[in-house]
């Protein structure tokens, strides 16, 4: 049974915030704080799921009765209750459990971002004297640094997802389709176990002028054509984000020129990350690095992101008026992409640790030095 919150921080962050309690509802962050990681969360979110930290350590997690015998089986909780669905609401359950647990007049941390409006409104409702605030900020302030275990299991997801758009890349021939290759990152991933695909972006030529479009059938692998593809997925729960490109046949002069430009900016300035640097001297550095490689006034909202615990976007971001610092053992997607005259994008995303003295490259299983080639 893996668990990889970090309780110290976690506790910290309620205290800063004046948190008697925490509550956690969306897919993400339930499984942070419980282990437990089921298919439909995020597709059915009236069959809600609660996990709660108490500020004295003690823990419950809330599922619907169907659901319960996969949340057994990886929980790390102390204390699971369960509802029958359409039969109890499940806010009426988290109010009585928090009743009993003389939380009813707490100041309790809920996830403002995620809980939709008619449940906030009836816990309102059910704990009338209840200080209910935003717990977003205090659970993404804990779960950015990660412990070496968590680490190692996103770098063992990366890995796998390296192998498995390498591998596609390979089977890849002209005239084949922008689906055909999503097809294939795919079946490669569900081969090396991912058991879900965050997301599957492959682009070819025209098409990468947009940033996440679905695969086409009919849009063909031409001689000429640049392949962007930007994909993730979960492996047990903890997610990869990569960025590749390929190139179907030889690639001329200039998008040698543009792939050089971003695949060295990401190694340069990514390196150079240490613990301690804002988030905003990051996205400063990729400015830099553009203009000292005769691309001024390179502007973007973000030049990469942490990495989140299902592999989405995660606070620190890396946009020019973030303060927030690096820390060691945050884990950081950097992708600063770059677009050609025609507003086709080139993007290189590669995932590093960060250290007390700069950050080590996590997705070092490909090499990324030049285009792949499809021929």
């Known amino acids: 049974m893996t668990n990889v919150r970090n309780d110290p921080r976690l506790l910290r962050e309620m205290e800063r915030d004046g948190l008697d309690a925490l509550l956690a ?107 209910l605030i935003a717990s977003d900020r205090a659970i993404e302030a804990a779960r950015a640094v ?75 692998l031409d001689p000429g054509d640049v392949v962007r593809i930007d994909v993730g997925g979960l492996f047990d729960g903890y997610g990869s984000d990569i960025a590749r490109m390929a190139v179907v046949g030889r690639p001329d002069e200039r998008q040698t020129e543009i792939y050089g430009r971003v695949r060295g900016c990401v190694h340069s300035i990514g390196p150079a990350m240490r613990a301690g640097m804002a988030a905003k001297e990051v996205y400063r550095a990729a400015v830099e690095y553009y203009a000292a490689n005769g691309i001024s006034g390179y502007r973007r909202d973000h030049v990469g992101h942490s990495l989140s615990i299902l592999g989405g976007h995660d606070n620190p971001m890396l946009h020019r008026g973030n303060d927030m610092l690096l820390e060691a053992g945050m884990v950081i997607a950097l992708e600063p992409i770059l677009t050609d005259e025609t507003g086709r ?31």
């Open 25 to 131: 509802f969306s897919m993400e962050n339930v499984f942070y704080l419980s282990g437990s990681l089921f298919a439909l969360q995020d597709n059915i979110r009236e069959r809600l799921s609660v996990c709660g930290l108490v500020r004295d350590g003690t823990d419950f997690l809330i599922c619907a009765q169907n659901e319960v015998s996969a949340v057994e089986a990886k929980c790390h909780v102390g204390r699971i209750e369960t509802y029958a669905e359409f039969d109890r609401s499940p806010i009426e359950l988290l109010a009585s459990l928090l009743e009993e647990q003389g939380l009813g007049s707490a100041t309790i941390g809920v996830e403002k971002r995620y809980l939709m409006t008619e449940f906030y409104e009836e816990l309102a409702a059910r704990l009338p004297k209840a200080r």
């Open 345 to 375: 994008r080139y993007t290189v995303e590669d995932t590093f640790e960060v250290k007390a003295e700069g950050a080590e490259l996590l997705t070092s299983a490909t090499e990324t030095s030049k285009m792949a080639v499809i021929a």
């Open 146 to 220: 990660k412990s070496p275990e968590h680490i190692g299991l996103i770098a063992k997801a990366s890995r796998a997802t390296e192998d498995a758009v390498a591998d596609a890349f390979a089977a890849m021939r002209p005239g084949m389709s922008e689906r055909a290759l999503a097809t294939a990152i795919l079946e490669g991933m569900h081969d090396r176990g991912a058991q879900v695909m965050r997301h599957n972006i492959v682009t070819v030529g025209d098409n990468a002028r947009h940033a996440h479009p679905y695969p086409s059938p009919s849009k063909r």
